[in-house]
């Protein structure tokens, strides 16, 4: 069966520094890989996708970038966190031939910068 | 511009009752549609889809609903229990932008069970 994991858990910076998150996907081959931000009480806003190695499309720009250094696995980083980078930051994973049907979504991380 | 909303951001209801939690969508070209259920501090879990070429999909307790006349997509619980306390997300596949990777979530609702 398939799983998804993130790490850390929980993280709290300070403002200036950098950020590195990861997400790794167990048990498929070739997955469509997602990163989502989410604010306290609001929905999900979608920050990045790829749709394989080294292929990485960017939804919002801001100070984050992604990279996919491998088949799944598929990190999130900041040189510089801001305030407004604090949220639940979710990573999700497809496999339809044809692209975003049902994403499964790790167990997040949550991000409170300080 | 194109986008998944919801009707009502908070649903209270007795244990026991059935649910309906709603959605409206605005593309059209929508043809795939997802119900989420997120518990405080989880990730979403996925509930149940259906296919525009469908008007309603039945699962375990839960039923959804399309009706592509008005836009409008609806989660109906049955017998609610206290562990279906949670947000519910819609999202849709709508063919925006000429991506077909992408889901668009709304806002989510918030369900309370109330024992």
């Known amino acids: 069966s398939q799983t998804i994991h993130q790490w850390p858990a929980t993280l709290v910076q300070p403002v200036g520094s950098p950020l590195s998150l990861e997400c790794t996907v167990e048990?498929?081959?070739?997955?469509?890989l997602y990163w989502y931000r989410q604010a306290a009480g609001r929905g999900l806003q979608l920050l990045f996708y790829s749709v394989g190695i080294g292929q990485i499309s960017s939804e919002v720009p801001q100070n984050l970038s992604a990279s996919r250094p491998q088949d799944r696995q598929f990190i999130l980083s900041s040189k510089k966190l801001l305030l407004s980078d604090s949220g639940f930051y979710l990573c999700?994973?497809?496999?339809?031939?044809?692209?975003?049907?049902?994403?499964?979504f790790g167990p997040g991380t949550r991000l409170t910068v300080t | 511009g194109e986008s998944v909303g919801l009707h009502l951001p908070t649903l209270s209801v007795q244990e026991g009752d059935n649910s309906i939690i709603n959605c409206a969508y605005s593309?059209?070209?929508?043809?795939?549609f997802i119900w989420y259920k997120q518990e405080s501090g989880k990730g979403p879990q996925f509930i149940i889809d259906i296919r525009s070429n469908m008007d309603k999909r039945q699962g375990q307790r839960v039923t959804v609903l399309l009706n592509k006349t008005v836009k409008h997509l609806s989660l109906q619980i049955a017998a609610t229990q206290p562990g279906d306390s949670a947000v519910y997300f819609c999202a849709e596949n709508g063919h925006s932008g000429g991506s077909n990777y992408k889901l668009t979530f709304g806002k989510g609702t918030l369900l309370t069970v109330n024992p």
């Open positions: 048990g498929t081959s070739n997955p469509n």
């Open positions: 593309n059209s070209a929508s043809d795939y």
């Open positions: 999700a994973w497809s496999v339809s031939p044809d692209g975003a049907f049902e994403q499964y």
